[in-house]
């Protein structure tokens, strides 16, 4: 089974994720942008059962009902995204992977709240919201 890992920035936290991800996606979300400090999330999903946390302990942050965000809370990396709405599923930030080269996006969600002055360099289909509409 295919292993994949991952580490904050100063690598007090670390992680593994076995198997294939479910999903690779960008979110534009005002949420996201402001987690990330950056236009553009990205995440790499898998399932929750595949997902460990190796090393040290992620702090995390209910950023909105039933929506938690994990960060390193030495060197404040941004790592996971779980919400009840997407149940059984881990959202990793692609930035935290060891190796990001590895998952390509499939599309983007929440294109409706992007910014107005940034794109990406794909032809990705890009969804109003989360729904893929």
Known sequence: MTEHTGRC?????QFKA??????????HCES?????AAPIA???????????????A????????????SFCGDCGSPLTYRANW???LV?????????????PP??????GEHVSWFDTADKLKRHRSMKKG
């Open 91 to 103: 959202h990793v930030y692609l930035g935290a992977m060891d190796n990001p080269g590895d998952f």
């Open 32 to 36: 996201c942008r402001r987690h990330t």
């Open 86 to 88: 997407s149940p059984g």
């Open 106 to 111: 499939r599309f983007h969600v929440n294109f």
């Open 42 to 56: 990205t995440f790499v999903l898998f399932e929750d059962k595949e997902f460990q946390v190796t090393a040290g």
């Open 58 to 69: 992620p702090k995390v942050f209910e950023s909105s009902a039933e929506t938690w965000r």
């Open 9 to 13: 920035l100063c690598g007090a936290v």
């Open 18 to 27: 076995t198997g294939d991800p479910q999903l690779v996606v960008h979110c």
